[in-house]
């Protein structure tokens, strides 16, 4: 791939992100290299460690996405990092950001910036968060996919998960998926997820 199409293909993924984010570019290397070094898949499938950029790279890229459940966001493990695999074997290749590889006196943003500690002003001013984003953007084109690291892994659970059951609650009436036969009650009822607060 050129740059001209790398560049291109960038473009569309912060058309679909909505910002110009310095983690796409880095994101969008990361799935081609997956893709690349995984090879030809009918049947693929992608896990995202982190819920930023990346995940928005991954569904543009593969088509794999959070409504289909062909991506699962294994957001809470936090790392800038992704796994492309055959849902027909488990057979994948997981890609990361390797911070040994990210030397702090030649990429000094990105390494800040995979640190969360770019400068305070970054939160709260457009221009300086574009200033950084461009320099770490420009530091990525640099070195390239010399930053990753990258490892072939074996999925312990490859198939998708099955189609639960539905339910009504009888405390909100609202239909809800359940899992597990002793649920009464949907999640947010039980108050194990009571995300809002109800103003009415």
């Known amino acids: 791939m050129t740059d001209a199409e790398f560049n291109e293909l960038v473009e569309k993924v912060y058309k679909f992100h909505t910002k110009r984010a310095p983690g796409i570019p880095i994101g969008v290397e990361m799935v081609l290299l997956a893709k690349e070094k995984l090879g030809d898949v009918k049947k693929l499938g992608a896990v995202t460690e982190t819920q930023v950029c990346l995940s928005d790279a991954i569904q543009f890229l593969t088509g794999c996405t959070v409504g289909n459940k062909y991506l699962i966001m294994n957001d809470k493990i936090g790392r800038y990092a992704l796994t492309l695999y055959d849902r027909s074997n488990g057979r994948g290749i997981r890609v990361f ?104």
């Not at 910036?113 to 300086?128: I, K, N």
């Not at 690291?149 to 659970?157: D, F």
Request: with cysteine; aromatic share 12%; net charge positive.
């Open 97 to 200: 950001v390797d911070m040994k590889k990210i030397d702090p006196v030649k990429m000094p943003e990105t390494h800040k910036f995979f640190l969360r500690q770019r400068s305070p002003e970054v939160q709260s001013d457009d221009a300086a968060r574009k200033a950084s984003a461009k320099i770490i953007v420009d530091e990525f084109m640099a070195a390239g996919r010399n930053i990753f690291g990258w490892q072939y892994v074996r999925m312990k659970k490859y198939d998708k998960d099955p189609v639960y059951p539905v339910k009504i609650c009888p405390t909100c009436g609202e239909s809800f998926i359940y899992s597990e036969k002793d649920s009464k009650n949907c999640l947010y009822c039980s108050r194990q997820l009571d995300y809002y607060v109800s103003e009415q």
